[in-house]
């Protein structure tokens, strides 16, 4: 039973657009979000994050945006860039007393095109 | 600091054989994960400790699997006997505990493990 789903296992836009990244989960209890980023033969590194207080956070080209009543976020990358081309996976914190544990979405592979 | 270290970087094994990977968490740090890559799945917690004490193991896919933490810098997982359908990449991650704040986990660069 997947807690956290990435729907989309591919993205692929052109240089200069943007790119929508999206993530559903189904624990309203889930107090952290966050977007990790995956190059090939590399560990997942931080992106951005967004407490459940909060409906956005903005960090240069990257905005998340949270939507608690669906249950949802997305990832915002404007203008999208070929180095941006990874895979990214979506996380939240299981909450409750497990504060620390991070559970993942499948991942989603973007491509961006020059 | 050097990071979350993984060894070995990739591993090539019979089926059957016992196999060990290694991690060494970030100094300081109070959580240490296991993960396990795969395309169908993604991302999949195995294990997790607190203070080298293991907290959750309910991820862990079957008793062949074991994970160890017998102090704060060392951590191992343990597949006995290994199969093919083993065959990932296995990342360890630590994090520092904050309470009821937000904690983000840093990754090792993985262990590609490959069971023949």
């Known amino acids: 039973d997947q807690q956290v789903k990435q729907n989309s296992p591919s993205l692929s836009v052109q240089e200069g657009r943007i790119s929508i990244l999206n993530c559903d989960y189904t624990?309203?209890?889930?107090?952290?979000f966050l977007w990790y980023k995956k190059y090939p033969a590399e560990g997942p590194t931080f992106l951005i994050s967004?407490?459940?207080?909060?409906d956005k956070n903005e960090d240069g080209r990257f905005t998340v945006f949270l939507n608690k009543s669906a249950k949802h976020l997305s990832l915002h990358i404007v203008p999208s860039q070929p180095g941006d081309s990874a895979v990214y996976f979506c996380?939240?914190?299981?909450?409750?007393?497990?504060?620390?544990?991070?559970?993942f979405g499948q991942g989603t592979i973007l491509t961006v095109h020059p | 600091d050097a990071g979350v270290i993984q060894s070995p970087r990739h591993e090539v094994t019979e089926m059957g054989q016992e196999v060990t990977l290694r991690c060494k968490p970030i100094?300081?740090?109070?959580?240490l994960f296991w993960y396990r890559q795969t395309m169908m799945r993604g991302l999949e917690l195995l294990i997790y400790?607190?203070?080298?004490?293991?907290?959750?193991d309910s991820g862990m896919p079957e008793d062949r699997f074991s994970a160890k933490m017998p102090n704060a810098s060392f951590s191992t997982l343990k597949i006995q006997p290994s199969e093919p359908r083993d065959s990932a990449v296995y990342f360890c991650?630590?994090?520092?505990?904050?309470?009821?704040?937000?904690?983000?986990?840093?990754f090792g660069q993985g262990t590609r493990l490959t069971v023949v």
């Open positions: 991650a630590s994090s520092r505990d904050r309470g009821r704040m937000f904690t983000e986990a840093f």
């Open positions: 624990n309203s209890m889930f107090d952290y």
């Open positions: 967004i407490s459940s207080i909060k």
């Open positions: 996380a939240t914190n299981a909450g409750g007393t497990s504060y620390g544990k991070l559970t």
């Open positions: 100094s300081g740090h109070d959580y």
């Open positions: 400790f607190n203070n080298n004490v293991p907290i959750d």
